[in-house]
């Protein structure tokens, strides 16, 4: 590459192959500056559901713009705030009745950590500082998200500074849960008194390998948290706003996290912002006369009056167009299209869940040259590591996910 300003990211700056340019983007279409046109595959990563340009959203976001674009959360209030939050509250599970906005989703997730320390110290136990986590999460890049994360290629240079959480495995077989629920039950009789919190990205993992458990398990676990006085955080960045297949995945569960961080597809693709919800006990034991009670976290485009307009906008959007059917109506063809690939010998795993389709090759290797030759066939999709996914834009026209389906195929095909 010869271009160095500007620094991609989970790039090798030097051997990195130049990024496609993308002029111009609207419903599940990219075009790109030398005039082709993909079909996009990933959906801006997961965060784009309702596609691109999406006039309605347009409108939400100009609307808002000519009233302001920015004001400071602190001291300052505004109608696109407390509106979402209000909307938030309604459309999450029952019980997560209380709202605190960032910038990303990591910042979401280190949000729900700090929220769970103090939480705990405030109620007189400073010896609960440890995290639990599931094998193969992802929670985001900065530190804490990184220390509750287990994916080598993202925090490989950081294991020599990282405070890592106690990994346990969740079952990704539903013979193994019986296992995994004691092993649980052995780690938290033995640590609980110094556990404060697990996190887990419920029902389905996303960038650490698109493996899905049962929602037994997370009721289960949950309840064995409680017992514990161990808060349970439901990361739904990736999973949030259906792409599961349900509004939320914990809409999956029985039990209600105390704790839910959303993000992506949040703002539905347009810009960046996260949730952080937290339970009633949660957000009292903030609530004192004690100024040094409250809970001290403040990014400065928290709430931001663009983001939650537009946020408010998709969520309408979302319900008003029963996006949950064109989720169940991608899922049955993601199924139909992607099994056929079970049986090859290339195929480690084939996995369809809501809006993601996962083909798991036999080794990274099988997927060197993917995502050129994908765009070579007018489709927008990128692999990692061994893994071969999409996850589009809800609004995909039937056509559309078959020409994405059919290049995974071709693709695995040629072995
Ligand atoms: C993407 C992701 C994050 C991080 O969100 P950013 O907005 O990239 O900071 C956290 N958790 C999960 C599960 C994610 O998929």
New binding site residues.
Partial sequence: MEERSLWYPYAQMKTLSPPLEVVSASGCQLQLADGRELIDGISS??AAIHGYNHPVLNQAIADQLGQMAHVMLGGLTHQPAQKLAEKLVKITPQGLDHVFFSD??????EIALKMAWQYHKQRGHTEKTQFIALTHA?????YM?MSVGDDSDFSAAFSHVLRPAILVDPPYEKDQEEAAIQALKQLLSEKGDQIAAMIV?PIL???GGFRSYSPSYLDRATQLCHAHDVLMIF?????GFGRTGKFFAADWCSEVPDIM?L??ALTAGYM?H?ATLASTPIFNAFYSDNPGDAFMHGPTFMGNPLACAVGLAGIEVFQRENYLAKIAAIESQLNAELNELKDHPTVKRVNVLGGVGLIELQSASLLKGFSEFAAQNGVWLRGFENYLYTAPAYIISEAELSKITGVMKEWVGRW
């Fill in positions: 990563w997961w990303s989703g990591s910042v979401g997730v992802y929670h985001g890049d900065t998200a990205e993992q996303g960038a990361d739904e960045v990736a999973t961080v993000g992506k960046g996260a």
